[in-house]
């Protein structure tokens, strides 16, 4: 933990986080693997170098900004197919991020970077590599759907 102070910032501010992750697996033989993941992630908070903006009255600014979290699950298989010629990996995912941090205009000219609320990001990925039976040729490919939208947006132009 750090404590940050700010021109005009009457307190110290700190964040501090604990972003744990755990994982079962499970592997029947040596061509297949499951899995699932918890997973969280954060991204500490700060302060904006802000210039004064004229007009303003001193202190009524937005200086500092809190930290983003994001925590979620992960499930998948690898797999090794057809005398291991072909390699599959298939997993989907799920994450909610709280305190998403974005930069924002304000007063028209001046950049501030704030918390805008609640994101979900949820998707399924696919890839493969098969090694044809020609001597130095691999195909490979990939396939991603994503599907991220706001659950709440509070940040202001």
């Known amino acids: ?47 904006s170098a802000l210039a004064p903006t004229p007009g303003v009255i001193a202190g009524t600014q937005q200086v500092t900004y809190d930290q983003q979290t994001t925590r979620g699950f992960e499930a998948g298989i690898k797999a090794a197919l057809f005398d291991r010629r072909l390699f599959i990996n298939l997993a989907a995912y799920n994450y909610k991020t709280k305190g998403l941090q974005v930069g924002v205009t304000t007063q028209g000219v001046q950049q501030e970077l704030r918390n805008a609320g609640s994101v979900r990001t949820k998707g399924i990925e696919a890839d493969f590599t098969y090694r044809t039976p020609l001597e130095g040729l691999t195909l490979n490919g990939a396939v991603n759907y994503n599907k991220a939208y706001y659950i709440s947006y509070f940040a202001s132009c």
């Open 1 to 47: 933990s750090c404590p940050i102070t700010a021109p005009g910032l009457d307190r110290d501010v700190s964040f501090n986080d604990i972003s744990p992750e755990a994982t079962i697996a499970y592997k029947p033989n040596a061509d297949l693997n499951i899995y699932a993941s918890y997973k969280e992630g954060f991204l500490s908070g700060g302060f």
